[in-house]
């Protein structure tokens, strides 16, 4: 599946997704993007609880960094569930 970082929303939080890609490709790929997000958060829980000291940015980046993910994420859910919608069922 074909992206690309779109420049009318949150820089670097919007991608274009290509017409070609199919609901399948698209739900694949918001597993991927959900699945680094859920290793950040993994990553930064295991550094809050060894930590005496909480750096505030670096963890406000590592958020970040999980708002990111989380919304390309949903971006592809959403585009995959138009394209079911859309597509016509197939006939059994």
Not at 3 to 17: K, Q
Not at 23 to 30: D, W
């Amino acid at each position: 599946m074909e992206t690309t970082t779109g420049d009318h929303a949150h820089p670097g939080f919007n991608m274009e997704i290509s017409n070609e890609a199919t609901a399948h490709c698209l739900l694949n790929e918001a597993t991927e993007w959900l699945q680094y997000a859920r290793g950040v958060s993994e990553l930064l829980a295991e550094l809050v609880h060894e930590s005496d000291t909480v750096n505030c940015r670096r963890m406000a980046l590592g958020l970040d960094a999980i708002s990111a993910l989380t919304r390309m994420g949903l971006q592809c859910t959403a585009h995959a569930h138009a394209r079911m919608s859309w597509e016509p069922a197939p006939e059994t």
